[in-house]
């Protein structure tokens, strides 16, 4: 989380990897940074600066231990009334980041716990659901609300591998324009969904705007932040994608929700799956049905009368159908 002047901005781009300037620095080196002037500090990178249109000039950012764990790291910029921070500030920081670093460890051991129960109901609802029904349209349509309700998402999509066509078909669409999901077609390597497909392969992608393979997509005029995306794959076949879009409070979705939705979507192929194999016995079937009436109607119901001979007619299929 970022508040304060441009906190918006930094929120949504801002990635640091273990190293990279300050903040990365300090989650590497385990040690508090007291900085009077940011731009004298070789640490720093002001590329950030850049990025964002914030004018950093001082600096505290301290680590977030619990039992020898890193949790993060906690800073702060820029003193009011053009003051720079001293080593009081840097105490009273690092006695908040103790408490943070708790607090965080809390709060991410009840949502894994929170999400690790919402996960084992939506899965037995979800088997319950596909135990009773096999339309493909029905499965798809209650399983992307629940996906949504329970991943706290603002939309999503279920797109299908279609052989024929060679693309991806919109299966199901929620939060979606509705001539955008009908009208969608996805090679294999196009965009997001299409790299997913290709690579059977899922992504976690907490920032869109930076990701090249959603950039040279087609765009829609529909909000796109954060985005899990994760392939449909039976037996390694690929049967489609489940897309997840938005978490409705504005934050990225985590590797929680990526681990949901990969749960999900093991469930989701193998009910399609199933689902086409009944479709296709029942095809078959009524195939069958009317070849055999049709027969029957071939074989002779009347037969000539030949004293001292009897005379019928039958058929023996060599299969189902001959």
Known sequence: VALGEKGEVLQKYIRVELGEGIV??????????????????????????????????????????????????????????????????????????????????????????????MELSLLYDFDKEISSNVNIYQIGNWLLEHCLEGLEAKSGSILLWNEKENCLKMLQAKGMPSDVARTLKISLGEGIAGWVAENKEPLLIQNLDTDPRFQNSKRTNYENNSLISVPLLFQNELIGVLNINNKKDGYSFNRNDLKLTCAISERLAMAIRNANYFEKINISAEENNRAKKLIEKIIPTDTPHIPELSIQANYFPYREVG
């Open 24 to 117: 990365g620095w300090v989650a590497r080196e385990g040690t508090a940074a007291l900085i009077k002037d940011a731009y004298s500090d070789f640490r720093f990178d002001p590329s950030w600066d850049a990025k964002s249109g914030f004018r950093t000039s001082s600096i505290i950012c301290v680590p977030m231990y619990q039992k020898h764990k890193l949790i993060g790291t906690l800073e702060v910029m820029n003193k009011t009334d053009n003051r720079v921070f001293n080593e009081e500030d840097l105490d009273l920081l690092n006695y908040l980041a103790d408490l943070a670093a708790i607090a965080i460890e809390n709060s991410s051991l009840n949502e894994n716990l929170r999400k690790r129960i």
